[in-house]
C-alpha cells in the first residue's frame, strides 16, 4: 500500500521562505510520478508543482519564479522550496503521487495517492 508523508511546512513572514517534502513507501523505487498541492479554506485543491515523466519541474503561474519543485526518483521522493511567499500562498500543502505518466500539470484527480498535508501559514 502506497503511503506519503510530508514533512515540514510551518509558519513565516510573507517574503519568507519554507521548505515541504513528502516521501512515498509501500512501492518500488522510481515508480512513481510525483506533486504538489494545496487547499486554502472554503477552497477547491488547486496545482502547485510537479516534476514530470521528464523530469521537467512544471508550475502554476502563480508560484512560477518564487518555487522550485525537485524529485528523486530513486528514493519516490519530492521536495518543494517556496521563497518568497505571499500571504496568499497559506493552505494546506497536499503531496500526490501516481504510477501514470505524467507530461504536464495536470488537475488533482490524475493523481492516485495523497498525503495527509501539512500546513503552510504566511502572515504580514
Known amino acids: 500500500q502506497v503511503q506519503l508523508v510530508e514533512t515540514g511546512g510551518g509558519s513565516v513572514q510573507a517574503g519568507g521562505s519554507l521548505r515541504v517534502s513528502c516521501e512515498a513507501s509501500?512501492?518500488?523505487?522510481?515508480?512513481?510520478?510525483m506533486a504538489w498541492y494545496r487547499q486554502a479554506p472554503g477552497k477547491e485543491r488547486e496545482r502547485v508543482a510537479n516534476?514530470?515523466?521528464?523530469?521537467?519541474?512544471r508550475y502554476s503561474d502563480s508560484v512560477k519564479d518564487r518555487f522550485t519543485a525537485s524529485q528523486d526518483f530513486a528514493l519516490n521522493r519530492i521536495d518543494l522550496q517556496m521563497n518568497n511567499l505571499k500571504i496568499e500562498d497559506t493552505a494546506v500543502y497536499y503531496c500526490?503521487?501516481?504510477?501514470?505518466?505524467?507530461?504536464?500539470?495536470?488537475?488533482?484527480?490524475?493523481?492516485?495517492?495523497w498525503g495527509q498535508g501539512t500546513q503552510v501559514t504566511v502572515f504580514e
Open positions: 516534476v514530470d515523466s521528464n523530469g521537467r519541474a
Open positions: 509501500g512501492v518500488a523505487h522510481n515508480s512513481l510520478r
Open positions: 500526490g503521487a501516481t504510477t501514470k505518466r505524467i507530461y504536464w500539470l495536470p488537475p488533482a484527480d490524475e493523481y492516485d495517492y
